[in-house]
């Protein structure tokens, strides 16, 4: 999502105070994808106006101002994901949380959605084989930006 050199280095800028914040979490496959969406949103919540015109003018570049503003503003965010809403297990090395939450989701398709549940126990085809990547991105790869925001809402 962030194909210029300014988003991708903001990623990294990010990342990096992430780890440095929390050293026993560092970097975990999937965080990339949520702090390119909060680092997308951020560029786009000055107030109303065309998401990718938002994204042209910062491909262009920013001010160095505006650049530290954003990158704030995504780390506070996500360091909110890890502290207050108990993603620091699911990121942590191991993701020690994940098998509970691939536990969870399966129990609620079993009891809301037992067909489906049923026919893909048929077919050999566990949770943990497509849904690992939902919980580990919260759905940022899977989904659009336009869609994600209102699942993330």
């Avoid at 105070?17 to 390119?36: K, T």
């Avoid at 160095?64 to 995504?74: C, L, S, T, Y």
Wanted: aromatic residues 12%; charged residues 20%; proline residues 4%.
């Amino acid at each position: 999502r962030l194909k210029n050199s300014l988003g991708r280095g903001m990623l990294f800028n990010v990342l990096m105070a992430l780890a440095v914040y929390d050293s026993s979490v560092g970097y975990c496959q999937g965080m990339n994808f949520v702090v390119a969406v909060l680092i997308t949103v951020a560029l786009h919540c000055d107030g109303p106006g065309d998401l990718e015109r938002e994204l042209a003018i910062a491909a262009e570049g920013l001010s160095p101002a505006r650049q530290e503003e954003v990158e704030a503003q995504v780390f506070w965010l996500m360091a909110a994901f890890l502290k207050r809403f108990d993603m620091r297990e699911l990121w942590r090395p191991g993701v020690p949380q994940l098998k509970l939450r691939i536990f969870q989701f399966e129990r609620l398709v079993s009891s809301k959605l037992p067909t489906m549940h049923a026919y893909f126990r048929s077919i050999g085809l566990a949770p943990d084989f497509f849904a690992s990547q939902w919980f580990l991105t919260l759905m940022s790869y899977n989904m659009e930006l336009h869609q994600l925001v209102r699942v993330w809402d």
